[in-house]
């Protein structure tokens, strides 16, 4: 795909003040989000400092569900009290994020996903020191495969999650693509982070479309320029979110975490209008 297939699949239009806020419309652009969810890594700082404060003002926001950070070891608040802050704010915790190394210790993982009542143990990044290597992915491929395999006798779910890194071609293959053709779909379900994936110069739609039927999860993340660059909120940058979120097969099964790890006030106000943006938005 040529740049200008990308910028045409993106809905960006050449000298607009705002790139991609203006989606394609269709006669039957009439379904919204039932309900939204957020990645609890938004809002790190907040969460660092008072949890249980930040999981009230998730909820009072409008999100219904979220993706904690078992890599940050939810913050030093232990599983079943964290179940009952989630369920006294009305939230669902249905995945989680964390480093492949903690699938040393895939037991203990399992047993915290059942307390919180996750569906979904989330390989946020892959920890390959040095040069990255095609071998490297393949590696993890069967590692993913037989964690989830085991995880799949549990009721829980392995997922991976891309970063930009992992499209950089090396010796003019992608490394993701390995990766997705290696793991098993029984047991390995990929997420797709749409703001990673346009920061590698990935059209986010196209990858959908490449792959649509191992996405199971997605980071609903903006982004104002094409490569490398910060995110922004909802929006504001060049993602056609209209449609994206048209062209998710069986939407109404799959889950939607807000991402945003930059913003230009608080973190909060951003994901508030993250919020507002993406569950009013007609697809």
């Not at 892959?126 to 990255?132: A, F, K, M, N, S």
């Not at 986010?204 to 320029?225: C, T």
Request: net charge negative.
């Amino acid at each position: 795909m040529d740049r200008r297939e990308f910028l045409t699949s993106v809905g960006i239009a050449v000298g607009a003040a705002q790139l991609g806020c203006v989606p394609r419309r269709t006669a039957t652009a009439s379904r919204r989000l039932g309900s939204v969810g957020i990645q609890l890594y938004s809002l790190r700082d907040d969460a660092k400092k008072d949890l249980e404060r930040t999981l009230a003002s998730i909820a009072a926001a409008g999100y219904k569900y979220i993706e904690l950070l078992s890599s940050f070891n939810n913050f030093g608040m232990p599983s079943p009290q964290l179940r009952q802050v989630l369920d006294r704010n009305g939230l669902r915790a249905t995945s989680t994020h964390t480093g492949g190394d903690a699938l040393d210790n895939l037991n203990r993982l399992l047993e915290e996903a059942h307390t919180l009542g996750q569906q979904y143990i989330v390989v946020a990044s892959l920890p390959i020191q040095g040069e990255r290597k095609l071998d490297d992915y393949r590696r993890w491929s069967d590692r993913l495969n037989e964690a989830g395999q085991r995880a799949l006798r549990d009721g829980i779910h392995i997922g991976f999650h891309n970063h930009a890194a992992d499209h950089t071609p090396i010796d003019g293959t992608r490394p993701y693509d390995v990766l997705v053709e290696r793991t098993e779909p029984e047991y390995v379900r990929l997420q797709l982070d749409t703001g990673n994936a346009a920061m590698a110069g990935i059209d986010p739609i196209e990858l959908l479309h490449r792959h649509s039927r191992r996405f199971w999860l997605f980071h609903i993340k903006d982004v104002p320029k094409l490569g490398p660059t910060d995110d922004t909120e909802l929006g504001k940058g060049i993602i056609n979110f209209r449609r994206l979120l048209g062209d998710i097969d069986r939407i109404e099964e799959k889950q939607l975490f807000v991402e945003q790890e930059t913003y230009p006030g608080t973190p909060l106000e951003s994901v508030q209008r993250d919020y507002a943006y993406i569950s009013a938005l007609q697809f």
